[in-house]
């Protein structure tokens, strides 16, 4: 399941809902959060005042939905769930969350994580961060890139 949405999520709603729809041995979430520092390796970069994340609505589902039918053809995970949080948010807030649900725990660690390198690399999202009182856009990071490199060669 993909969700996009405005509002937050709960993680126990989130985790609970994957758990009813089976009774495998291995459940995996992941919950990604706001930056305060985009930039570590900039001490003067000020600390994030906000992130607004644009999508183009039914691509961005559609892609996000692929990114998980990969990820099940590859292991044997039996569910996923995937929400991605769009509109403003503010350092901390959770922009994020993916579960996998499998019989074996390696399976469900590594679809998590390939959904995960997927997001961050190749979704539709458009972010615009604010940064003392400053808006730019951002790009990708290169280690997001390397990140799925070791995806593609398997």
Known sequence: MVIIQTEDFDIKT????????T????????????????DLANDN?????SLYLEHYPGMTE???????EQA???WQIVASRIIHRVGELKAKDQ???VGTVSAHRADAFAAAQFIMDYLKSQAPF???QTV???ANWVESKQSDSEALKRWQSQ
């Open 95 to 97: 922009i994020v969350f």
């Open 14 to 21: 989130e985790y609970d809902a994957l758990r009813a729809q």
């Open 23 to 38: 009774d495998e041995g291995a459940i995996v979430t992941f919950t990604g959060l706001v930056r305060e520092h985009y």
């Open 45 to 49: 970069a000020g600390k994030v005042q």
């Open 126 to 128: 458009w972010k615009k």
């Open 72 to 74: 099940a053809g590859r």
């Open 132 to 134: 003392s009182g400053s």
């Open 62 to 68: 559609k892609c996000l939905q692929d990114i998980a």
